[in-house]
């Protein structure tokens, strides 16, 4: 992880354009907040843009990282952030899409207390296991469970999240019964798979993918329709379980009432930044899908994320009080 976390930020100072005189805005530190622990998908994004930001305007970009209760800890404190321009958010679909539906009680509404400012990637969840568990396939998985039902467990990045409910699909699309382990973020349950402690996960594949290229865990499947460019190899799942569909994604907010003129100029940097060849060829290489768009076009795309995932929950029957 660290290898792939210093090559990522290493291209991203490289490809950031050179420092220029303060526009108006920023004229100190702006705070991106990541509702989750550091090492994950998450946070690696945010650092590719926090670098590029403060190589273009030459004023500190900061990472905060914020986890707990499925990212719900860091969106409160976004959410009631002074809406000067001064704080960013990493939402994620657990965060803005998700959690809404899962949490009976939550100190912030995701549609009113944000704005929506760009989508920044689109990702799969990788279903990825610990190699001491005998299966390689989908199919193999399957079996696996069935024959030894409720004594499998799975690692997740926390309660509710992308990560948890790709699983809770996965066992009501196969009829299957697995235990939870929840962890506060992707980094922690990797190590505990790596450890030995974890059977089997659905999680980011920017994070995961590295691992499985080195064998520390072995890739089972995809979880998006299509098969990632980034490890053609590897099946979907819905190529054994017809129309199985979990796409994680990650953008960018700001606290409700963040001047507008900020905002724009936001989202345009996120379009300069994740239209860069170097970071487009980089987020690929690890799954990641660079999806860059207005603040307008973000906003539909969440309200609509969140009907899909409110459906979800509701099957699932999973619910936070």
Partial sequence: MRV???????????????????????????????????????????RIFAQHLQAKFGTP?????????????GAAYAAKAPNDGYTLFIGTVSTNAINPWLYSKLPFDVERDFQPISLLVQLPNLLFVNPKIPVKTVPELIA????????????????????????VLFQIATHTTMIHVPFRSTAEELNSMIGGHIDLAFDSMSTAWPHAVSGAVRAIAVTTPKRS????????????????????????????????????????????????????????????????????????????EREKWRDVVKVSGVRVD
């Fill in 4 to 46: 792939f976390s210093a090559a990522v930020l290493a291209l991203a100072v490289a490809a950031a354009a050179p420092a220029h005189a303060q526009e108006s805005w920023p004229q100190r530190q702006v705070t991106i907040v990541v509702p989750f622990s550091a090492g994950g998908s998450a946070d690696l994004i945010a």
């Fill in 61 to 73: 970009f900061v990472v905060e990282n914020r986890g707990g209760a499925g990212g719900s800890i």
């Fill in 144 to 167: 696996h469970l069935k024959a030894n039902d409720g004594k499998v467990n799975h690692g997740s990045s926390g309660i509710g999240t992308s990560s948890h409910l790709s699983a």
């Fill in 229 to 304: 460019g980034a490890a053609p190899d590897v099946p979907t799942i819905g190529e054994t379980v017809p129309g199985f569909e979990a796409t994680g994604w990650q953008g960018l907010f700001a606290p409700a009432g963040t001047p507008q003129a900020i905002v724009d100029t936001v989202a345009a940097e996120v379009a300069r930044i994740f239209g860069s060849p170097e970071v487009v060829t980089a987020l690929k290489n690890v799954g990641a899908e660079p999806s860059p768009s207005s603040p307008v076009d973000f906003a539909a795309f969440t309200r609509a």
